[in-house]
């Protein structure tokens, strides 16, 4: 079965510093790999994802991933906060024969003035 | 263009009730997937309709129960409450069933069960 791990359940950030939040996948299969991000009070929103076509995704708001099999990581970058980045940020993995797609715990970004 | 709407926003239940939580998918979309987010935890697969067929299910017990109409919107029904149900239950509709598909989220229900 398929899972993913955030490392680090709260990263903080100046404005204008590079935003790293880290995700771990375990597949058994070739995986499809998503990063939501979640608002106060709102559902999620998809940022990016990776369906085994380039390994940089771009997605909205500035922000990309990379997939790297060797590591199995898809870490989520952006190369300068902006104070309405602040949310919590989820990965999610899909694979296999099932449509149970897997979250993370999630990592809260907060961008400090 | 419409999204993913659900209801109701809130609601408050006693232990042993039952209820029921309604979506209605992205027009043009015909696979619901429902989904139950604790709080300071990630959401959790319940399962997925797709063209009125369950289409996957995850971890949840049968009194966990879901619907899909010709039109697409979706019910997930909820049978003898636990206090551990209570939970912010998000409901995302996609273009079809595959892996690869993009779901769009609605805002939830926040259901608390007393």
């Excluded at chain 2, 129960?65 to 010709?70: A, K």
């Amino acid at each position: 079965a398929q899972s993913v791990t955030q490392l680090g359940s709260h990263v903080s950030v100046s404005e204008g510093a590079l935003v790293l939040l880290r995700c771990n996948y375990s597949s058994s299969v070739p995986p499809y790999l998503f990063w939501y991000v979640q608002y106060p009070n709102q559902g999620l929103q998809l940022l990016l994802k990776y369906t085994s076509a380039a390994t940089l995704v771009k997605g909205i708001n500035g922000f990309e991933a990379e997939f790297k099999k060797s590591e199995t990581s898809f870490h989520l970058t952006k190369p300068s906060a902006h104070m309405s980045d602040a949310a919590e940020y989820f990965c999610a993995v899909i694979g296999g024969n099932n449509n149970d797609m897997r979250f993370g715990a999630g990592t809260r970004l907060t961008v400090k003035p | 263009e419409t999204g993913v709407t659900q209801s109701p926003t809130h609601l408050i239940k006693t232990r042993g009730q039952q209820v029921t939580l309604r979506c209605s998918s992205q027009s043009g979309h015909n696979t619901v997937s429902w989904y139950q987010q604790a709080l300071g935890q990630g959401p959790q697969f319940i399962f997925q309709y797709y063209r009125e067929e369950e289409n996957g299910r995850g971890n949840f017990p049968p009194r966990f129960s879901g619907l899909q109409f010709p039109n697409y919107s979706s019910e997930l029904n909820v049978n003898a409450l636990e206090l551990d149900d209570s939970a912010l239950y998000l409901c995302a509709s996609s273009l079809a069933s595959g892996h690869q598909e993009t779901q769009y989220f609605g805002p939830g229900t926040r259901l608390l069960v007393l």
